[in-house]
């Protein structure tokens, strides 16, 4: 929870689960929840909240006033306390101090921390009371108090001479002022709290690395974020600064450089499939410092080779997606197991990289990560969220007047921000519901709800129909098939194409079958089952038979057409085009039947809604050209 941080003026609590992600727009105020909850404890004991400038500015000035005696909450952590924490808190007081396994960490804005818990304080009150000697009368008495108040009031009405009196009085003081709670929370919880890390741009390795430089900044604790990445994979390569710096025997060196390279390859190239034939290298050169005083500076070069190209590269010249993701995994797989108390915050992960690097990265975050560590991360990609895992979101949004607000309720939040979400569930459909491994692209809706009926009809005549393993997709054009064939072969899915005509993208259709991606064997053009050497989908249908169907499906628009008859006739048509569809075009602009416009989809999605009505009008030749149709494209799979 983040009171008052920015934007944020009461984010109420945000449930984390073993991988959470927030997304939102850009300044919604997911970085700046980030930054809130990081210096709560940060890993590195570093990071000062400073009033002036993160309290929200709309309340600043009324703030300062009362910044120094009543210093506003920044964040708030909510823990639930196994049972091996809360025993010993069990030992040291009662075994009913707890009235529940919550506490609550707080840190306000003069940097310090409170705890609470459910304390049953007539059990604080009596293991107070205990551990101090009175007569049995004054004991009883006090032992009566349900409250630490209520206690102080006993405790100053008393009479007694005791000599704990005052101890007592004075021990209650303290209480009242600093909470019960805080010694709970100090004594038994302190070194148990997890830190969080947090990882962003700052984090990125330099490829060039000063050992003298890095090492002399270690011995003084003044390592910078980037300093601590190098180490980091010095460490994932089992390879120590002062070895790079003292091998002198040139073989040695090497050997050790090699393997230390090698084995840092095989670790982070596992989670990089963009290309697979880079290689990591490390080379150390001496440079010359200041030759009065003949002082070396040994310097390590991290450079990346490509096989393809057969030529190395200075780390920092790689994209910056590529030099993240490999910053990023050097840091984190020197994560030992045993560190499960961190919480680690990433900000914007991956945003230089491209689609497949995302998940790439999320199968980093799942397998080697969220095993071990909590992992939340913002973004705005649909990309770096899971359908599987949507209940993983929390979305986050700017109101007016309110401030940065943080939510699961998809309902209650605006387009702009769950879009992500859709675009994600949106391709994920399309991966799974839409798409089966075996994909034939058509040109058009017509030309599916086609082949989906006469598919059926064939098959209840116990002939060849289309098989059920393929799924047809319209891409709206004989144009697009090529960007959806390199979409689809880029999955590893098997393809088919059914065209009208193939002449306008043959070039096109050729160069994506030298990539591999389509075999043009498994082009089929509607012109191989009909007569006619130039044809649609509709041309596999006798003449009368589709102007059967388009005058039921056109009946209103034909009657109300002024200068049309009511019903189409061929002889009604003077243009000589093949395509019966072609011809249909221009008989409805020349005689303005339905705006002048002939819609492809309307007497398919007839035919669809009345098939039973037409199925008896389908001639045995039109059978038998969709069956060869149909045998045709099984073969592919069968192939």
């Given at each position: 929870m983040?009171?008052?941080y ?35 404890n ?32 920044v ?23 707890l ?29 107070l ?5 009175f ?44 909470r ?5 929370g ?19 390795m ?42 002198s ?24 499939s ?8 490390f ?23 490509s ?23 050097a ?23 491209h ?13 080697r ?32 007047g ?9 309902l ?19 991966q ?29 005549q ?24 390199s ?6 899915l ?26 043009l ?6 012109t ?18 589709y ?65 039973d ?25 069968d192939?």
């Amino acid at each position: 929870m983040t009171p008052c941080y920015k934007s944020i003026e009461d984010s109420e609590w945000v449930d984390f689960d073993q991988v959470t992600c927030f997304v939102g727009k850009n300044e919604s105020g997911k970085t700046a929840f980030l930054e809130a909850i990081h210096r709560l404890n940060p890993v590195d004991n570093t990071g000062q909240y400073d009033h002036v400038e993160e309290y929200p500015r709309t309340r600043l000035t009324q703030y300062k006033q009362r910044h120094d005696q009543d210093p506003d909450p920044v964040a708030s952590a909510k823990f639930e306390l196994s049972k091996k924490e809360i025993i010993p808190i069990q030992k040291q007081f009662t075994d009913n101090i707890l009235e529940s396994s919550t506490a609550v960490l707080t840190k306000n804005y003069k940097n310090e921390t409170t705890w609470r818990f459910d304390i049953n304080e007539s059990e604080a009150v009596g293991y107070l009371v205990n551990q101090f000697e009175f007569h049995n009368k004054t004991e009883a008495k006090l032992q009566r108090a349900e409250s630490f108040e209520d206690l102080e009031t006993k405790v100053q009405e008393s009479t007694s001479s005791d000599d704990s009196i005052s101890d007592i009085e004075s021990e209650v003081q303290d209480i009242l002022k600093e909470r019960f709670d805080k010694r709970i929370g100090t004594d038994h919880l302190k070194e148990s709290v997890p830190s969080f890390l947090y990882f962003d741009d700052y984090s990125i390795m330099e490829g060039d690395i000063n050992i003298d430089k890095i090492r002399r900044k270690r011995n003084k604790n003044n390592l910078s974020e980037s300093d601590q990445t190098f180490l980091s994979l010095l460490s994932v390569a089992e390879l120590d600064i002062n070895d790079i710096r003292n091998i002198s025997r040139y073989e040695s060196r090497k050997a050790e450089l090699e393997a230390a390279a090698n084995y840092i390859t095989d670790q982070v190239f596992e989670y990089w499939s963009q290309s697979d034939d880079l290689q990591v290298e490390f080379d150390r050169d001496i440079q010359e410092q200041n030759n009065q005083q003949n002082k070396q500076n040994y310097v390590l070069y991290v450079r990346i080779r490509s096989e393809r190209d057969r030529v190395t590269l200075p780390f920092g010249k790689r994209s910056k997606g590529f030099i993240w993701f490999f910053s990023f995994l050097a840091y984190f797989s020197d994560m030992k197991d045993d560190d499960d108390d961190l919480i680690l915050l990433l900000d914007e992960p991956g945003l230089n990289l491209h689609a497949k690097a995302q998940n790439d990265f999320l199968r980093f975050i799942n397998e080697r990560l969220a095993p071990v560590h909590s992992v939340v991360y913002t973004t705005h990609s649909p990309f770096m969220l899971e359908p599987r895992n949507m209940d993983r979101a929390r979305l986050v949004q700017y109101q007016q007047g309110e401030g940065t607000k943080i939510s699961e309720d998809i309902l209650g939040t605006d387009s702009d921000t769950i879009f992500p979400l859709q675009a994600a569930l949106g391709y994920d459909l399309i991966q799974t519901l839409l798409i089966g491994p075996q994909v034939l692209l058509v040109e058009g809706k017509s030309d599916m709800i086609y082949l989906q009926l006469m598919s059926e009809i064939l098959d209840e005549q116990e002939r060849t129909s289309l098989s059920h393993q393929w799924t047809p997709v319209p891409v709206d054009g004989a144009d697009n098939v090529p960007t959806f064939v390199s979409m689809f072969g880029a999955n590893d899915l098997d393809i088919g194409v059914l065209l009208d005509d193939d002449t306008r993208i043959q070039q096109r259709l050729e160069n994506i079958e030298s990539r591999g991606q389509l075999d043009l064997d498994d082009v089929k053009l509607i012109t191989e089952y009909t007569a006619n050497s130039n044809a649609d989908t509709e041309d596999m249908f006798s003449k009368e038979f589709y102007i059967s169907l388009v005058n039921d499906a056109y009946l209103p628009e034909l009657r109300m057409a002024q200068n049309a008859p009511d019903e189409v006739d061929p002889s009604h048509i003077q243009n000589q085009n093949p395509r019966i569809a072609r011809r249909l075009e221009w008989f409805f602009e020349e005689k303005q039947i339905n705006g002048s416009v002939f819609e492809h989809n309307k007497p398919a999605k007839h035919f669809q809604k009345n098939r039973d009505k037409f199925k008896e009008e389908i001639t045995e030749d039109t059978l038998d050209r969709f069956e060869a149709l149909f045998e045709d494209l099984n073969s592919i799979i069968d192939a």
